[in-house]
Nanobody, 112 residues
Framework: QVQLVESGGGLVQPGGSLRLTCAASGRLVKDNAMSWYRQVPGKQRELVATITRAGGTSYADSVKGRFTISRDNAKNTVYLQMNSLKPEDTAVYYC??????WGQGTQVTVSS
């Protein structure tokens, strides 16, 4: 079983940056793909970014060029660096392991 704990959310002004952290236990993050999703109340959960076992990355068009997913194998942690944030990035962000596990989510609010 894998357990995931997100942190790093908060309130930030438009144009600002945040780094989300997903700390894993029970399985190694390097042993499977990991993703970040986000969800706004009343809408479906949206895939934001994925990092594969090989370290390849992919992004939703809406965040491409602004967000970066990365992995620290020594810390067994996955990150989402979010730059140039926009109000429409406001959501609860979830970490997902392809071992079929979700974190509890962390709120990101982009507002002036």
């Amino acid at each position: 079983q894998v357990q995931l704990v997100e942190s790093g959310g908060g309130l930030v002004q438009p144009g600002g940056s945040l780094r989300l952290t997903c700390a894993a236990s029970g399985r190694l993050v390097k042993d499977n793909a990991m993703s970040w999703y986000r969800q706004v109340p009343g809408k479906q959960r949206e895939l934001v970014a994925t990092i594969t076992r090989a370290g390849g990355t992919s992004y939703a068009d809406s965040v491409k060029g602004r967000f970066t997913i990365s992995r620290d194998n020594a810390k067994n942690t996955v990150y989402l660096q979010m730059n140039s944030l926009k109000p429409e990035d406001t959501a609860v962000y979830y970490c997902y392991s392809f071992f079929d596990a979700w974190g509890q989510g962390t709120q990101v609010t982009v507002s002036s």
